[in-house]
């Protein structure tokens, strides 16, 4: 299955009905894909479902799916999150971009002390639709069945407040990532600094409301790779992969 199209269309779909893909998804698929009549294609709602089927229609603005398969997907638990911390250029998109392709349940913008980027006034609602873009384009392309969640812009003081366990990735830590328990928790959320790091301060109120600082290896890790490299442990930890 090469192809994943997302639908709010779904609620009643099973083998031998007729599903659509409107709007802009089905421009993206007849214009810059090329999908023609008699292709298979996959459509999801983001939220579990994933429909496959023959496209029995392809009009200008519509594309008609005849469905012989669907499958409705748990999210797994325990949830893993991300909170990226604001980078210059791309680098925090990259980093949100390949944490969905590897089965982030939500991401989290974050202000963090050492941000050279900010992220005020007009450009916080701006920015995080473009979060929930790139989440949702790296959905399809990694053909998962849900769209990840992208959460407001936080400070460090609501990351500390977060629920499950929290775990800081910090090059001095003590502990490794491959050593931190998981047994009964359900949800992980990875705290990843800016270029400059994760300040003292943050590393300090993080840790006084339960936070775990952990590290990955010896080598140093760009803020767009540290959040992705975690998740890969995390999901062979958890026989995930």
Same mark, same amino acid.
């Given at each position: 299955?090469?192809?994943?199209? !997302?639908?709010?269309?779904?609620?009643?779909?099973?083998?031998?009905?007729?599903?659509?893909?409107?709007?802009?998804?089905?421009?993206?698929?007849?214009?810059?894909?090329?999908?023609?009549?008699?292709?298979?294609?996959?459509?999801?709602?983001?939220?579990?479902?994933?429909?496959?089927?023959?496209?029995?229609?392809? #009009?200008?603005?519509?594309?008609?799916?005849?469905?012989?398969?669907?499958?409705?997907?748990?999210?797994?638990?325990?949830?893993?999150?991300?909170?990226?911390?604001?980078?210059?250029?791309?680098?925090?998109?990259?980093?949100?971009?390949?944490?969905? #392709?590897?089965?982030?349940?939500?991401?989290?913008?974050?202000?963090? #002390?050492?941000?050279?980027?900010?992220?005020?006034?007009?450009?916080?609602?701006?920015?995080?639709?473009?979060?929930?873009?790139?989440?949702?384009?790296?959905?399809?392309?990694?053909?998962?069945?849900?769209?990840?969640?992208?959460?407001?812009?936080?400070?460090?003081?609501?990351?500390?407040?977060?629920?499950?366990?929290?775990?800081? !990735?910090?090059?001095?830590?003590?502990?490794?990532?491959?050593?931190?328990?998981?047994?009964?928790?359900?949800?992980?959320? !990875?705290?990843?600094?800016?270029?400059?790091?994760?300040?003292?301060?943050?590393?300090?109120?993080?840790?006084?409301?339960?936070?775990?600082?952990?590290?990955?290896?010896?080598?140093?890790?760009?803020?767009?790779?540290?959040?992705?490299?975690?998740?890969?442990?995390?999901?062979?930890? !958890?026989?995930?992969?």
């Amino acid at each position: 299955m090469a192809s994943l199209y !997302l639908s709010d269309e779904l609620a009643d779909a099973r083998p031998g009905a007729r599903v659509e893909v409107t709007g802009e998804e089905a421009r993206h698929a007849l214009q810059v894909a090329r999908i023609r009549v008699g292709e298979r294609i996959a459509v999801g709602d983001g939220r579990g479902t994933i429909a496959r089927g023959v496209v029995a229609a392809a #009009e200008p603005g519509v594309l008609a799916v005849e469905v012989d398969e669907v499958v409705h997907e748990q999210a797994p638990t325990p949830a893993l999150w991300l909170a990226q911390g604001l980078a210059k250029g791309d680098r925090d998109e990259l980093a949100v971009q390949a944490a969905t #392709e590897l089965g982030v349940a939500g991401v989290i913008p974050w202000a963090a #002390e050492r941000s050279v980027t900010r992220w005020e006034g007009a450009k916080v609602a701006r920015n995080e639709q473009r979060w929930r873009t790139i989440v949702r384009e790296a959905t399809k392309q990694a053909i998962r069945p849900h769209v990840p969640e992208v959460a407001s812009l936080a400070t460090t003081a609501r990351l500390a407040e977060l629920p499950g366990l929290v775990v800081v !990735l910090e090059p001095s830590a003590s502990s490794a990532l491959t050593a931190v328990p998981l047994d009964g928790v359900e949800r992980v959320t !990875l705290v990843v600094g800016p270029e400059g790091g994760v300040a003292p301060r943050e590393l300090e109120l993080l840790a006084r409301a339960g936070a775990v600082l952990a590290r990955l290896g010896p080598e140093v890790l760009r803020t767009s790779t540290a959040g992705p490299a975690a998740l890969a442990v995390l999901n062979a930890r !958890l026989n995930r992969w």
